[in-house]
Every structure is written in C-alpha cells, then in structure tokens.
C-alpha cells in the first residue's frame, strides 16, 4: 500500500517538474496561461525544435 501511495507521489511530481521545466523554457508566465481546449494543452507542452522564447511568442501573438 505505502509503495502505491509513493508511486503515485513520484508520478505526480515528475509530471508537475516537466510543466515547470516547459514553461520556464518557452518563457511562458503561467498567470497567463489560457487552455481551451486538449489541443491547446499539447500544443504548450511541446518544446519548438529551434525556436526560442521571442520567437514562439512572436509566432502565438
């Protein structure tokens, strides 16, 4: 049982520090972030392959 419960700690955490480590590398502000939809959630959690930040906010503005 105290395996499980560590486990699903362990995933959850692992799934809130890749959020956290998107974020920070697409520059994002997380107060400003707006999901309508899953689309919109996968599109902001893939990593553009050689943009940086500016561009891929120029590129959503």
């Not at 995933?11 to 520059?27: C, D, E, N, P, R």
């Not at 050689?50 to 120029?58: E, T």
């Amino acid at each position: 049982m105290s395996l499980l419960l560590i486990f699903i700690l362990v995933t959850t955490l692992s799934a809130l520090a890749y959020i956290g480590y998107v974020l920070h590398k697409k520059g994002i502000n997380p107060k400003e972030i707006r999901v309508n939809s899953i689309q919109g959630a996968k599109q902001l959690l893939t990593l553009p392959s050689n943009a940086g930040p500016q561009r891929y906010l120029a590129k959503n503005a």
